[in-house]
């Protein structure tokens, strides 16, 4: 039934299939091309995504840090230096930190942020560590998907709270707040949400009364065609008897309204009457808009807010995306000093009336954390890893070795294997070589900003590079990346996220690009010429959101005229006449779902692989299929695949076929009958992208959330 399109995963799927990737292990081929071991090839120097951090309150200049999809990381050097602090075979999505007086500390799974065009997982629950996160073990929550924040009493380490948002893409499930008053033996469920959707977003206890406890619900889904970021059960909640019971904070706060989203609290450490909310809001039109609406404060704990007077700098911070952020943090020492998540970190001296930007070292904040062993000193986490300042937050130095980085693409030079490329989320498309420039040759560099996505090195001149951002907005640079020209005009009306960008195999000069028209280019991107129709079923509903757009592009060696296309909305087709006509593939097997990617049998047009993903619908399911005449009819060769979501599928030679998933890679020497994983030593981390280079011998994977690793193909036998 798992295996059926929209009929959902049960509880605890995501734990149960992990633990079917790990015994798939005992399927490998020993001996053969792929059991060899994956080995990291950078960055150290990038970073990626901080959700959370934790410092440790018994040993100096010790924190830990919650990355989105690269495990819990430990600094014993106060934020200079860090190294993994996390098993490599456990959801690397962390979403929340907490550590007990005693120096428990506490892991949760699965991140909060919803994402735009981005990607976010979900988690397998809550973990803890008692030895400096040496070992964990998992004290519940299995079912929970995402688990925003974390509380412990400062007076009883055993009494817990956790925020749980729940499942990003499915209504229903197991959402709100949970306790445990056992150190996480046993929980129980004490504030649910008014909708099937809400799910808990922010926690705060009273430090100097801890029945005392503070939340906000956020009313939030996303689906395939839209997103709705925010809804009637959004809004603050107290408690005054440890979670017993619940009341709306609502003297001077929003009134419950479908427009209402992410919501942020905090309690002022040194005076807890002083409360904190900021509120985020949609428009009508644009659901899944972040908008910022209001700062407030209440000086009586949280019987009565007051709106602050409006500031310029403190809502632009949250730009149209405040759903990405949802986070305030009070100095220890000084209750008027308060800091506000948001693109730039932003601060008010002054209570929430008047405000400063921060930009911390990198764009979108997340996390931020003061040292007790030292005055001063204050860490925070952002979209570009974590970074330390020494006074108070007026400037920000970032940690060394952070190798985190989330990719979403990755391409080889076919003459030096050293030269790769790769679009990272929020930090460019990078390459691992220097510029002109010089500099450190070990440190990665970008040069492509914004979101980093589709990524290629031309195979007959690495010095032909080209990049793109969010949304196909696209490069192209004939010094390898020194310097930059947009792409010629190209035709769509939507694109994806992540815009196809590809070449001809037979010539790199021809190359195709894609929005929800397919785009010819015969000059290297200079120019472009629509070769297609609209090969989607149109735009989404929601207003503004770019669904129904082409999600990969595979062109075929033996005959250039041949070409394969998948979409968002689940559809494939074929050309084999440069796209003058164009057929649907069509198989009663095939699920609605996102098309992943498209590949071409490099010896023959006719043979080609096609993966489908229901990941955005809130399946952790993939779908491999394979056709032998052109499209016509096709064989589901998924198998003993784990159920998790594909990403990429490599032909290695005509015997050996490779797939990413969300749970590594796996590799088949019997045409899919059954699947083995390919090679040891790999986090599990999704895997997104996959490059081969004839070359070095070596097969390259981007992953989302562990940066780039290399696997290096053995002789057979």
């Not at 919501?263 to 908008?291: E, H, K, W």
């Not at 009565?304 to 305030?328: E, K, M, N, V």
Request: charged fraction near 15%; hydrophobic fraction near 35%; include cysteine.
């Amino acid at each position: 039934m798992q295996r059926l399109y929209d009929q959902g995963v049960p509880p605890g799927a995501l734990a149960r299939a992990a633990r079917q990737a790990a015994a798939i292990d005992r399927f490998a081929v020993k001996g053969g091309i792929f059991s060899g071991t994956w080995m990291f090839v950078g960055p150290t120097n990038i970073g990626g995504r901080v959700l959370d951090i934790a410092v440790d309150p018994t040993q100096a200049d010790t924190l830990y840090v919650a990355t989105a999809s690269g495990g819990v990381w430990k600094s014993v050097d106060a934020g200079r230096s860090f190294s993994v602090a996390w098993p490599d075979e456990a959801s690397q999505a962390i979403g929340a930190l907490a550590i007990a007086p005693d120096g428990t500390l506490y892991a949760g799974t699965g991140e909060t942020g919803p994402g735009g065009g981005s990607l976010t997982y979900g988690g397998t629950g809550l973990y803890q560590s008692t030895d400096g996160a040496q070992t964990w073990n998992r004290v519940g929550l299995e079912d929970v998907s995402r688990i925003a924040r974390i509380a412990i009493d400062p007076s009883d380490p055993a009494r817990i709270f956790a925020a749980v948002s729940g499942d990003l893409f499915l209504p229903g499930g197991e959402r709100g707040v949970y306790r445990s008053q056992d150190g996480g033996n046993t929980w129980e469920h004490v504030l649910a949400g008014d909708t099937q959707t809400t799910g808990a977003a922010d926690l705060a206890i009273d430090p100097r009364d801890p029945s005392r406890i503070f939340v906000t619900l956020w009313d939030h889904r996303r689906a395939p065609a839209g997103r709705t970021y925010s809804g009637i059960g959004s809004g603050a909640y107290f408690s005054s008897d440890g979670g017993d019971r619940w009341t709306r904070l609502t003297n001077g706060l929003p009134s419950a309204s479908p427009l209402i989203g992410r919501i942020g609290i905090a309690v002022a450490p040194s005076d807890p009457l002083r409360v904190y909310v900021i509120t985020t809001q949609s428009t009508p039109r644009f659901p899944s808009d972040g908008l910022f609406e209001g700062f407030y404060v209440s000086a009586d704990g949280g019987a009565s807010f007051t709106r602050q007077p409006p500031d310029s700098i403190l809502s632009q911070s949250q730009a149209s995306y405040g759903w990405w952020f949802g986070r305030i943090w009070v100095d220890p020492s000084d209750a008027d000093s308060v800091w506000a998540a948001g693109v730039n970190l932003v601060h008010s001296r002054a209570a929430g009336r008047g405000w400063d930007g921060n930009p911390a070292g990198h764009a979108d904040q997340h996390a931020m954390a003061w040292d007790p062993y030292l005055a001063g000193r204050v860490y925070v986490g952002n979209d570009g890893g974590a970074f330390t300042s020494l006074d108070n937050g007026s400037t920000w130095t970032r940690g060394a070795h952070q190798p985190w980085t989330q990719f979403y693409t990755v391409d080889v030079s076919r003459s030096d294997p050293s030269r790769i490329v790769g679009g990272a989320q929020d930090n460019g498309v990078n390459r691992s070589y220097r510029g002109t420039g010089g500099g450190d040759p070990d440190a990665w560099n970008s040069f492509v900003g914004g979101d980093g996505l589709a990524a290629r090195i031309d195979p007959t001149n690495q010095y032909k590079v080209y990049g793109c951002a969010q949304y196909g907005s696209c490069g192209r640079s004939m010094d390898g990346g020194d310097s930059l020209l947009l792409f010629g005009p190209t035709s769509s009306q939507r694109r994806n996220w992540l815009s196809p960008v590809e070449f001809d195999p037979t010539d790199p000069s021809v190359m195709y690009y894609a929005g929800n028209i397919l785009n010819r280019s015969t000059n290297s991107a200079i120019t472009w010429t629509p070769i297609s129709p609209d090969l989607t079923g149109g735009p989404s509903s929601f207003d503004g959101y770019p669904f129904g757009t082409i999600t990969t592009v595979a062109a075929a060696s033996t005959d250039s005229s041949v070409l394969y296309v998948g979409t968002d909305d689940g559809r494939v087709w074929t050309t084999r006449d440069l796209g003058s006509s164009w057929l649907r593939l069509e198989d009663p097997q095939f699920p609605t779902a996102w098309v992943t990617r498209v590949a071409v049998d490099p010896a023959d047009a006719d043979i080609a692989y096609v993966a489908f993903s229901g990941f955005r619908a809130g399946n952790q399911q993939g779908y491999l299929f394979r056709t032998t005449d052109g499209g016509l009819t096709w064989q589901d060769i998924t198998s003993n695949l784990p159920l998790a979501p594909l990403n990429d599928v490599l032909i290695v030679n005509s015997s050996s076929l490779l797939v990413a998933s969300d749970l590594g890679v796996f590799a088949t020497d019997d045409g899919g009958a059954a699947w083995y994983r390919a090679g040891n030593g790999l986090p599990q981390t999704p895997v997104t992208d996959l490059a081969f280079s004839a070359f070095a011998g070596k097969i390259f994977a981007s992953t989302f959330g562990r940066g780039m690793y290399s696997l290096e193909i053995l002789p057979s036998g």
